[in-house]
């Protein structure tokens, strides 16, 4: 198993819909998960933290299931500028020398 | 200005060859690392250094020497290069050791390795 599995989709979803995608990782151990955004043949940029309690930001709603060990990304009132790759990346360890594991990413294209 | 530079953008050289890419973070970071992401688009760890001394070496060829002189630069220098190392390379930094999680990017240097 992966450490850190995505759906790599794509996902074609029509502007103003609401989408959600699931990363799932494998280390219970780990204590710290971001998603990230990566456009067309750019580098990688943090969208958002992921904490124990949720977070949300604007349209954007991260959540973490501990349990079931994976996270969440939710858009809402999706935008054409949202098309991109979602990397969900998962930090292993809390102390010493910490190291993000990243998902292959979910590919999100908003249809006008 | 630009927070993590890499040079050069685009790399084309043949199998055998040397070279080297360049990474500068004027951010004030402590932790700079490597990345190199496939033509699968996975993004993968390859070294990490803190301050100028090494932290991460994930299973990379030793064929990948990185280097630091200061703590604002890293560089990558790879020799007798392979087909399989034609892919996209990152740079990145944070703000330290223990704060991995909130990376800053390079561009990429696109390595096409014929």
């Known amino acids: 198993r992966k450490e850190v599995e995505q759906d790599p989709g794509p996902f074609n979803v029509p502007e103003g819909a609401t989408v959600a995608f699931n990363c799932t990782y494998s280390?219970?151990?780990?204590?710290?998960f971001f998603w990230y955004r990566q456009d067309c043949r750019k580098e990688p940029k943090l969208l958002m933290s992921?904490?124990?309690s949720g977070n949300e930001d604007g349209r954007f709603t991260a959540q973490l299931n501990r349990a079931s060990q994976y996270i969440s990304l939710l858009i809402r009132d999706s935008k054409l500028s949202d098309s991109a790759t979602y990397l969900c990346?998962?930090?292993?360890?809390?102390?010493?020398?910490?190291?993000?594991?990243f998902g292959t990413g979910t590919r999100l294209t908003i249809i006008p | 200005d630009t927070a993590v530079s890499q040079t050069p953008k685009y790399l084309v050289t043949q199998m055998g060859n040397d070279k080297s890419i360049k990474c500068e973070q004027n951010?004030?970071?402590?932790?700079m690392y490597w990345y190199k992401q496939d033509s699968k688009k996975f993004l993968k760890i390859m070294f990490s250094y803190n301050n100028k001394e090494l932290i991460i070496n994930e299973t990379v060829p030793n064929r990948f020497s990185p280097k630091s002189p200061d703590k604002a630069h890293l560089n990558l220098h790879i020799n007798s290069l392979e087909l399989g190392d034609s892919a996209v390379y990152f740079c990145?930094?944070?703000?330290?050791?223990?704060?991995?999680?909130?990376?800053?990017f390079g561009p990429g240097t696109r390595l096409t390795v014929t």
């Open positions: 990145a930094s944070s703000q330290d050791r223990g704060l991995a999680g909130e990376q800053y």
């Open positions: 951010l004030g970071h402590d932790t």
């Open positions: 990346a998962v930090n292993p360890t809390n102390f010493g020398n910490e190291k993000l594991t």
């Open positions: 992921v904490y124990s």
């Open positions: 280390n219970s151990a780990s204590q710290s």
